[in-house]
């Protein structure tokens, strides 16, 4: 299911009447908010990809709500883009009544990652959908080896999505090395 929060802004402000006019085809259009009709299709077919069980909400919300909602659950004082809440398995269940978990995805954030990957929204919100799908599957890239980026990897593939979020941070953790003349830096 997705929900959508109703103090977020559904598409991008242009930042002048030029810009609202190149806006519904050009840079803008990519920006916009995807249907959500399009997300729980996609929702759909990645749960089934990663093999989770159980009914998954996706909450698109703010840079602000999604601070609060880091600041609450992880202690840490700043907006994110995509957070997992894994559900706590309920022992006398029936299958049509699992949860497997939520998601909260900030658009704002997203919008900005994709504006600088060069991708659309709808992507970029495919991309944290996946991410935060194997979190709620038992994966966690911080404790294990490389086993859910390797994972990641290969579901993005089979799903047609661009480069995911740990391979970005290991990119941007990785230190510059500079070209040296003479053997010595």
């Not at 810009?19 to 009709?37: I, V």
């Not at 998954?56 to 840079?63: I, P, S, Y």
């Not at 919008?111 to 709808?122: D, I, K």
Request: with cysteine; proline share 8%; hydrophobic share 40%.
């Amino acid at each position: 299911m997705i929900l959508i929060d109703p103090e977020l802004e559904p598409h991008p402000a242009p930042a002048s009447a030029a810009a609202e006019q190149t806006a519904a085809s050009g840079p803008l259009r990519n920006l916009r908010l995807p249907s959500t009709r399009t997300l729980t299709r996609f929702l759909a077919k990645a749960k089934a990809a990663v093999r989770l069980r159980g009914q998954v909400t996706v909450l698109l919300t703010t840079d602000r709500q999604i601070r609060r909602l880091n600041r609450r659950f992880r202690g840490k004082d700043k907006p994110t883009d995509v957070l997992s809440f894994p559900a706590t398995p309920l022992q006398n269940a029936k299958p049509a009544e699992r949860v497997a978990g939520d998601l909260a995805i900030s658009v704002p954030t997203a919008r900005r990652q994709a504006a600088e990957l060069g991708h659309s929204l709808a992507v970029e919100i495919k991309v944290l959908i996946l991410h935060g799908l194997l979190h709620l599957a038992g994966c966690d890239h911080e404790t294990d080896s490389g086993q859910m980026r390797r994972r990641e990897r290969n579901l993005r593939a089979r799903l047609g999505l661009p480069q995911g979020l740990i391979e970005r941070v290991s990119k941007q953790a990785r230190p510059k090395v500079r070209p040296t003349v003479g053997g010595t830096p």
